[in-house]
């Protein structure tokens, strides 16, 4: 009988005293961090999640999550932010305008203000995947958070690159489920809706093109996300428990992100959205000028079957490294893909220990 497991579940952190910090952006959205805490220690640990998904990818019941095993390794104060992209909150199934430079400047920033308001000037490591890793690599290099020790980023960071099939979809998709199917929003549980709704069609629409499972959570995946049957990860680096209940760990997706990641792709580095926003003056134009003065070491991660952001962790590692010889390093990681890193049933033996050593030697 397959294991059941509840949604928005904590059971995957075990002997760790577990609270909720919410805080509020200057935009006045309510977000949270969660503490994970067995002990103090002088390297705390943040954790950011990516578009779609929330801080339940990282304390996971069915593998060696990420979560319990940086608490394991002795770093015992880890915390995950649920931001405005989280699957946790509403604001995803509602119609917004938000971009990424929203997040930049006012999610991650007030995020740390209220980690540093509990660890005071302890260091702090963070580890980012996605659009998560994009905004806060943002938030380090346009100068909005400092005093960070070290910057793990998965599969994307300043230097988007996407498939050829994501670009035409990045360039019609957004006005195409907007102005003509009537949706502000993509959900991988569009299959459970109701028989001929738009979100039941599109969802069985898309299964057509998807033959490699009988999940329709996963066939939405891969066409809200990258090119590929699956796009997201090989399905045999998940737990069928995992594929099984994608939907609860990669939600509901607002469109307007597509928007400001389409800019960043034909840009080839990430760029503001409206440089004419004046909410956004403090964030630079160009993210690659001042990052010679930016001393925090970043290690880049990437599966070779990444087909969501492929290469972009490469390129962006190759352009920092011209930069700052040195200063950053870069795993490529064999037989994965794009979420998978965090999420497979063999992370705790091929991609965590890559991860708590950089930690270890950038706190050293």
């Given at each position: 009988?397959?294991?059941?497991?509840?949604?928005?579940?904590?059971?995957?952190?075990?002997?760790?005293?577990?609270?909720?910090?919410?805080?509020?952006?200057?935009?006045?959205?309510?977000?949270?961090?969660?503490?994970?805490?067995?002990?103090?220690c002088?390297?705390?640990?943040?954790?950011?999640?990516?578009?779609?998904?929330?801080?339940?990818?990282?304390?996971?019941?069915?593998?060696?999550?990420?979560?319990?095993?940086?608490?394991?390794?002795?770093?015992?104060?880890?915390?995950?932010?649920?931001?405005?992209?989280?699957?946790?909150?509403?604001?995803?199934?509602?119609?917004?305008?938000?971009?990424?430079?929203?997040?930049?400047?006012?999610?991650?920033?007030?995020?740390?203000?209220?980690?540093?308001?509990?660890?005071?000037?302890?260091?702090?490591?963070?580890?980012?995947?996605?659009?998560?890793?994009?905004?806060?690599?943002?938030?380090?290099?346009?100068?909005?958070?400092?005093?960070?020790?070290?910057?793990?980023?998965?599969?994307?960071?300043?230097?988007?690159?996407?498939?050829?099939?994501?670009?035409?979809?990045?360039?019609?998709?957004?006005?195409?489920?907007?102005?003509?199917?009537?949706l502000?929003?993509?959900d991988?549980?569009?299959?459970?809706a109701?028989?001929?709704?738009?979100?039941?069609?599109?969802?069985?629409?898309?299964?057509?093109?998807?033959?490699?499972?009988?999940?329709?959570?996963?066939?939405?995946?891969?066409?809200?996300?990258?090119s590929?049957?699956?796009?997201?990860?090989?399905h045999?680096?998940?737990?069928?428990?995992?594929?099984?209940?994608?939907?609860?760990?990669l939600g509901?997706?607002?469109?307007?992100?597509?928007?400001?990641?389409?800019?960043?792709?034909?840009?080839?580095q990430?760029?503001?959205?409206?440089?004419?926003?004046?909410?956004?003056?403090?964030?630079?134009?160009?993210?690659l000028?001042?990052?010679?003065?930016?001393?925090?070491?970043?290690?880049?991660?990437?599966?070779?079957?990444?087909?969501?952001?492929?290469?972009?962790?490469?390129?962006?590692?190759?352009?920092?490294?011209?930069?700052?010889?040195?200063?950053?390093?870069?795993?490529?990681?064999?037989?994965?893909?794009?979420?998978?890193?965090?999420?497979?049933?063999?992370?705790?033996?091929?991609?965590?220990?890559?991860?708590?050593?950089?930690?270890?030697?950038?706190?050293?």
């Amino acid at each position: 009988m397959q294991r059941h497991i509840a949604r928005y579940t904590l059971e995957g952190v075990k002997d760790a005293e577990i609270s909720v910090h919410p805080f509020a952006t200057e935009d006045d959205l309510g977000l949270e961090l969660r503490r994970f805490h067995r002990a103090d220690c002088d390297d705390v640990v943040l954790i950011v999640h990516g578009l779609t998904s929330s801080s339940d990818m990282f304390i996971m019941p069915e593998h060696h999550n990420l979560v319990s095993f940086l608490l394991d390794a002795g770093f015992t104060d880890v915390w995950t932010s649920d931001f405005r992209m989280s699957n946790r909150f509403p604001y995803d199934t509602e119609t917004h305008r938000f971009t990424l430079d929203d997040i930049a400047h006012w999610d991650h920033p007030a995020a740390v203000r209220e980690l540093r308001r509990h660890v005071g000037d302890r260091r702090v490591h963070v580890i980012a995947h996605c659009l998560g890793s994009v905004s806060f690599s943002m938030s380090l290099f346009g100068g909005a958070v400092d005093g960070i020790t070290s910057l793990v980023s998965n599969s994307v960071s300043l230097t988007p690159r996407v498939p050829a099939w994501s670009r035409f979809k990045l360039a019609v998709g957004p006005a195409m489920s907007e102005y003509v199917l009537g949706l502000s929003f993509l959900d991988p549980r569009f299959g459970d809706a109701p028989p001929f709704t738009r979100g039941w069609m599109l969802s069985r629409a898309v299964s057509l093109f998807h033959r490699e499972c009988d999940v329709r959570a996963c066939h939405m995946e891969s066409f809200m996300w990258g090119s590929g049957r699956p796009a997201m990860y090989p399905h045999d680096n998940l737990d069928p428990v995992t594929h099984e209940r994608i939907a609860d760990l990669l939600g509901p997706c607002g469109l307007n992100y597509f928007r400001h990641v389409r800019k960043m792709v034909s840009a080839g580095q990430v760029v503001k959205y409206d440089p004419s926003d004046s909410r956004h003056a403090d964030l630079p134009d160009d993210y690659l000028a001042g990052a010679a003065d930016i001393p925090t070491p970043v290690l880049f991660l990437t599966g070779d079957q990444n087909h969501v952001f492929p290469q972009a962790n490469v390129v962006c590692y190759e352009t920092l490294n011209k930069i700052a010889p040195g200063r950053h390093e870069l795993e490529i990681l064999p037989g994965y893909g794009h979420f998978d890193p965090f999420t497979g049933k063999n992370v705790h033996l091929d991609v965590f220990p890559k991860i708590v050593d950089f930690l270890k030697r950038s706190a050293a």
